[in-house]
């Protein structure tokens, strides 16, 4: 009767959930057609390509608390993929990045990092993220990408080809 409850207990849950409003419905599509398309360039590297996209405005961690609002997004290694809807529906370009970033961290099997001290915060060292633009900029240049995503990925890895991010796109100095 116990087991019974607790498996019926999250199916409840689950369906208790408010739908998403039609704004960020739309979002996770686009989000969703963004890694649709970057799954074969993953596949051709050969790395695996499932994910599973949500919009989270809060990213909590284990612990409840909002992650800091320059997060965009996080991944689990079993391929969940959680996205900043406030700061990623308005910019395709900076969206694309992230989903291939976050994909490539799922592609690379990354784990936290537990830190030291009485609460454990799960940190990501530099070179995991250094390891997840590599790829994910190899999967944007490899699936043709035409929006900038690709550019944008390589300045985060400091490849700006003495290019300037604006706002309206890159740019010569």
Known sequence: MIRTAFLVLPMLGACAMPPLAPVHLACLERMEGHAESLKPAFAALGYRSE?????????????GFAKSVSTLGDSSAG?????????????????????????????????GTPSEGIVVLWDKPPRLESEANELAHAALVRSGDDTGAAKLVACWLGKCDGARLTREGFGRP
């Open 51 to 63: 994910v599973h996209l949500r919009l989270d405005e809060y990213l909590a961690d284990g612990r």
């Open 79 to 111: 391929g969940s993929i959680r996205l900043r809807p406030s700061r990623l529906c308005s910019d395709a370009v900076l969206a694309r990045a992230v989903v291939a970033h976050e994909m490539a961290h799922v592609a690379l099997q990354h784990r």
